[in-house]
């Protein structure tokens, strides 16, 4: 099972930004939270990852808490084209290094003009 | 930007016959999955491969169902006796040596009548 909680829908106005939130409060210390989207049945698409610091890339920022056990993504101007599904994982690590991603419900993103 | 191929975007097949979908990962990556997402729902694991073995694979994983990277290049998913419950877009994905973010083909969407 999904190790996250997101809230299932959310609205934002075309060039506000985006705060999405995600609750993982059992996550491990070595445990990375990724965030994918998926726009209608096109295949995910990755966004951001962090472990422990803040994280900016040129789609979003990445907010950990100290304690880590919830996150935030930020799409700072959102366009239409964000309407999307965000998926907020916690990478589970396999034995031998591997690791796999556990999808859960995700929140669905609705950018409105 | 490197990609992730997927081929056929659609297959429609009879009842008990066998698939092979196909996907071309990335070529410096080396650790491949696949999901699958029945229409409506969430995303689901189904396997991992890494090695030329599988590292890791779920309940959905079963008998009916073998991976494959024969020639380097090609990471196959085949399903030797589809049943109408197997219709759902199949995801490929890989992903390079370290913490790098998945990244997913496009999808084979099969259709099971």
């Known amino acids: 099972d999904a190790k996250t909680t997101q809230p299932t829908s959310m609205d934002c106005a075309e060039g506000r930004a985006a705060n999405l939130p995600c609750n993982h409060s059992t996550i491990s210390g070595n445990e990375y939270v990724y965030w994918y989207r998926q726009i209608h049945s096109q295949g995910p698409q990755y966004i951001i990852h962090?472990?422990?610091n803040n994280e900016t890339n040129e789609m979003a920022s990445l907010i950990i808490t100290e304690d880590r056990k919830s996150s935030t993504l930020i799409l700072p101007h959102a366009t239409l084209r964000d309407t999307a599904v965000y998926y907020c994982i916690v990478r589970v690590p396999l034995s031998g290094g591997y690791n796999k991603l556990i999808f859960g419900a995700g929140t669905r993103l609705a950018v409105h003009p | 930007e490197p990609e992730v191929t997927q081929t056929p975007s659609h297959q429609v097949t009879q009842m008990g016959q066998e698939v092979i979908l196909r996907c071309v990962p990335i070529?410096?990556?080396?650790?491949f999955y696949w999901y699958r997402q029945i229409l409506g729902q969430k995303v689901e694991f189904l396997v991992s491969f890494y090695n030329n073995e599988i590292s890791e694979k779920s309940e959905i994983f079963d008998d009916q169902f073998s991976v494959e990277r024969p020639d380097g290049s090609n990471f196959t998913l085949k399903i030797r006796s589809t049943k109408l419950e197997d219709s759902a877009m199949y995801f490929c994905a890989s992903r390079g040596q370290g913490d790098y973010g998945y990244t997913f083909g496009s999808g084979t969407r099969l259709t099971v009548v």
């Open positions: 070529s410096n990556h080396l650790y």
């Open positions: 962090g472990l422990k």
